[in-house]
């Protein structure tokens, strides 16, 4: 009887998965494109300020303005802003250990800390005051705050805001994240920083992993280093605003807290774990590095194909004014707060 009933099953799930890949198919296939695109326009321009992320939601979103996207692909882009947003976001766990951390010392690991804190809070209620969309003002705290892209998506699991919303802070990151990895480099012989600092200082501040390394390494090695170890904490510290969000977005009681709180950050958490406590090979560091930012870069197109130009125009100049407001507060207090605390006398 049950050897029946197994194969009386086994088609009905066949037929079940080849349906639900043939729905998702098709529009995950146009999202890979554009972000294949992106990464190509990148290559022949040479235009590597620009992440691939970034990248794919712009193209995105000039072709879903330019081009009607039929209902036929609406499963697969849910699909990539879901499950492959989701997943990329895990798999950055492998690009952080507890070791690597803990390498920056005390006094610079409170540094940072503070640093994002006070950014993030001081957005929110900036963001109130310019009567800016509490979705809009949360996705620009969190992308200016902790990580940029990966931020603003990872927050917008628990924020829940529109296409445009996260359109919108993805280009407030993109813009003033440029101009710290173009700036700063050029004060850091005015401000009299040593290498060390200097890279604190951007791992801090500046917006996304690959500004920050771009901007730091110019000061040399131990600057690059420093700065890069810095930035992987403030990802790492992403699970706190995501739990402070989904404070935010329900009742404190224990029951909504978890209900609200984004599962896959737990296994972010299990990865930084499981990478911290197990050796694992350079090769496969890189995989999961390549893998990771191709989900999100995915993720970002299928953003971008349902943002509506019109509508982002329509959020007006304020949050941008948001953004300025969060970039020069972040690049200020950080500076204070690396010579204050992590750099005494």
Not at 103 to 112: E, F, Q
Not at 189 to 202: N, R
Not at 230 to 243: E, H, I, M, P
Request: proline share 4%.
């Amino acid at each position: 009887m049950l050897v029946r009933s197994a194969k009386l099953f086994r088609p009905a799930a066949n037929l079940h998965l080849q349906s639900l890949l043939s729905g998702v198919i098709p529009g995950l296939a146009v999202c890979a494109l554009v972000a294949l695109s992106a990464v190509v326009l990148r290559q022949v321009t040479g235009l590597t300020v620009i992440s691939p992320m970034i990248g794919a939601i712009m193209i995105g979103i000039v072709v879903g303005n330019v081009v009607k996207i039929g209902d036929w692909a609406r499963p697969g882009i849910s699909f990539a802003t879901r499950f492959l947003l989701r997943t990329g976001i895990v798999l950055l766990g492998f690009q952080i250990t507890v070791a690597q951390v803990l390498s920056l010392g005390v006094t610079s690991l409170v540094a940072v800390a503070l640093t994002l804190a006070a950014t993030f809070t001081a957005i929110l209620v900036v963001g109130r005051l310019l009567n800016v969309p509490r979705p809009l003002t949360e996705l620009i705290a969190a992308g200016t705050s902790v990580c940029g892209a990966s931020a603003i998506m990872a927050a917008n699991s628990v924020v829940k805001a529109d296409e445009e919303d996260v359109a919108y802070a993805l280009a407030t990151v993109t813009i003033f994240g440029t101009l710290s990895m173009l700036i700063f480099p050029l004060l850091q012989p005015m401000l009299g920083l040593d290498g060390e600092t200097f890279g604190l200082w951007a791992g801090a501040t500046i917006h996304e992993v690959g500004q920050v390394t771009a901007a730091a390494f110019q000061a040399g090695e131990s600057a690059g280093l420093t700065g890069t170890l810095a930035k992987l904490f403030r990802v790492a510290l992403l699970v706190g605003v995501l739990a402070t969000l989904s404070m935010r977005a329900r009742t404190t009681s224990r029951k909504n807290l978890v209900a609200t709180f984004p599962v896959y950050v737990l296994a972010f958490l299990g990865v930084i774990a499981v990478n911290s406590a197990v050796s694992v090979p350079e090769a496969m560091h890189d995989i999961f590095a390549t893998v990771s930012v191709a989900f999100l870069s995915v993720a970002l197109a299928a953003m971008g194909l349902k943002a509506e130009m019109r509508s982002i125009l329509r959020r007006g100049p304020r949050p941008m004014l948001l953004g300025l407001f969060g970039w020069l507060f972040i690049s200020v207090a950080g500076l204070a707060l690396v010579l204050t605390v992590a750099v005494p006398g």
